[in-house]
Structure formats: structure tokens, C-alpha cells
């Protein structure tokens, strides 16, 4: 599954191919992609003469910035134009983006499918479908309507994000931090490679129950989680996700895990074996002897 430093690459990958990209034509391949508005007339006659003006990012949902274009001979830059909502997109388990150039025929996994006025594609490709997207029109409320954007915790990199906050949201916390890891609405973005990348990293149990954990060993959490996210967005995500960037190809050509799917494998600190076992149904990995 795409997590945060995917879903960046994404981002930047997006930001990068779709130059002046004006939606002339929404073709939706599967309903059920389409969460909002519940019409899907209403998703394509909304996005119709939009200007895809800007990508962010906010743990693991990509916010496209439209504008509204009426004219045909627009000029870049746009000036004074009107903003026309947002689109946004949630790539779940596989979900991923193609850029075509003349457009070609659709796979069968093809949800859904942006075209500008000279015939390139912005392909939405999704094996399990459960990706989702939105287009929230503007004067309506992002947080409201997308109830998973509106709970989210802080970003990773955000100075929100620092052991006083994780001090004070988990003091009372009996789960474990793994599985307070994964929780969206404490800190944005983070699934089970990077919660277990981070917690080798910062030499702690994924098992200890979450109030166990001290004010020390959490500003070393923080420091792993913002090291190994950067790291990976840098080069570009993990082989293990089904994540591909805009090429339709696997992300990362250089990242290495320490302990995600290295089950049996010698711990790269001490020579230990990986062991894996299942926190709340996911699988997590771990050293025994350099995780306490
Ligand atoms: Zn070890």
C-alpha cells in the first residue's frame, strides 16, 4: 500500500508531467471510484474546464488545486482566475497514475480517465479498486466531507509532530505503538513499512504498550520517523507496495528495509534474526535483540 513517501512521489511526479493539463474529458470506467459527489454526472460536469493547477499532499490523500478555465486561448500564467474546488484522490492499496501522450486504449483496470484537449491521458489504474476520488466544489468543506482528511494527525515533518505531542496523545495509551503508528488520526501517513522501519530505527518493541514508552525514547521515534520517510522519498518509495510512479513503473531503486519483509534474515546491527509476527493484523517485523 502507498504510504506517505509513495504518495509524495506521486505528488512530485504529477506536478512534474502535467504542465497547463485543462480536463476536456472525464470518462469514469467504474463507478464506485468516484466517492463524491454520489452523482457521477455531477463528478465530470464539475472537473470539465478545469485547470490542474497545483498538487499537495496530506498523509496519504493527493489534493489537486483546480482553476476554472472558460477560454480556449487561455494564457499562462492564469491571472484572476476563479478557483473551481478540488480534486482529490486516495490511491489505497494499489491505485496508481498514468500520463499518456496520445492517448492509447485502457487496460481492464482502468477506473478513470482525464484527457486535455490534445488527446493526453491522465489515467487512473486500480487492480483492487478500492482508490477513491472527490471533487469538492469550492465553498464546500474538504474536512466535512471527507471524514479520513478530517481527522488526520499532524504530518510527520511538521513541527506539531514532536515527542511533547506524542508524549501527550499516547500518556494514556495501552495499545501498541505499533498500531499507534499506524493510526492516521495521530500522525498523518505512515502504514506498516515505515511504522516498522521506524521503530527498528529507533530501537523500540513495536510490541510496548504506547504509555510505556519515555520521553527520550520518543524524541528518538520522531527523529527515525523523519529520517526514514526523507530517505525514502528520496529515492523514490519501496519495492514492496504496489506503488508505481507516473511511468507505470515500481518506485525505489535504492532503498533498503531492515526489517520489513526480511523475516529469517540476519538483523544488519547484530546479527540476529528478523522475526515476524502479526500487531492487530498486520504483519510486523522486528530484532528482538536491538528492539526493546
Ligand atoms: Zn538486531
Not at 497514475?97 to 496520445?102: A, T
Not at 501527550?168 to 499506524?182: D, F, G, N, P, Q
Not at 519515555?214 to 519495492?239: A, D, F, Q, Y
Request: glycine share 8%.
Amino acid at each position: 500500500m502507498p504510504e506517505l513517501p509513495e504518495v509524495e512521489t506521486v505528488r512530485r511526479g504529477l506536478e512534474q508531467k502535467l504542465n497547463n493539463f485543462i480536463i476536456k474529458k472525464v470518462e469514469v470506467c467504474r463507478d464506485s471510484t468516484v466517492a463524491f459527489p454520489k452523482n457521477n454526472e455531477e463528478f465530470i460536469k464539475g472537473l470539465l474546464n478545469s485547470l490542474i493547477y497545483k498538487w499537495d499532499r496530506r498523509g496519504k490523500y493527493l489534493i489537486a488545486q483546480l482553476k476554472e478555465v472558460e477560454n480556449e486561448n487561455t494564457q499562462f500564467p492564469l491571472k484572476n482566475s476563479q478557483n473551481n474546488g478540488f480534486l482529490v484522490v486516495h490511491l489505497r492499496m494499489t491505485g496508481y497514475f498514468k500520463f499518456i501522450e496520445n492517448s492509447t486504449n485502457p487496460c481492464k483496470h482502468t477506473r478513470i480517465r482525464f484527457f486535455d484537449k490534445n488527446n493526453n491521458e491522465l489515467r487512473y489504474v486500480d487492480v483492487r479498486s478500492f482508490g477513491q476520488m472527490w471533487w469538492i466544489n469550492k465553498g464546500q468543506s474538504l474536512n466535512k466531507i471527507i471524514k479520513g482528511l478530517g481527522s488526520l494527525g499532524p504530518e510527520p515533518f511538521s513541527k506539531d509532530f514532536d515527542a511533547n505531542y506524542l508524549k501527550k496523545v499516547i500518556s494514556k495509551r495501552t495499545k501498541s505503538i505499533k498500531a499507534i503508528l499506524l493510526d492516521q488520526t495521530i500522525v498523518a501517513g505512515i502504514g506498516n513499512i515505515y511504522a516498522d522501519e521506524s521503530l527498528y530505527s529507533a530501537g523500540i518493541s513495536p510490541f510496548r504498550e504506547a504509555r510505556t514508552i519515555k520521553k527520550n525514547e520518543l524524541i528518538k521515534l520522531r527523529e527515525s520517523i523523519v529520517t526514514v520517510l526523507t530517505k525514502s522519498i528520496g529515492s523514490g518509495g519501496t519495492t514492496f507496495s504496489d506503488f508505481r510512479d507516473l511511468e507505470g513503473e515500481n518506485g525505489n531503486f535504492g532503498l533498503q528495509t531492515n526489517v520489513y519483509r526480511r523475516t529469517g534474515k540476519e538483523c544488519r546491527k547484530c546479527g540476529n534474526l528478523i522475526e515476524r509476527q502479526k500487531i492487530t493484523g498486520r504483519s510486523t517485523h522486528w530484532c528482538p535483540k536491538c528492539q526493546k
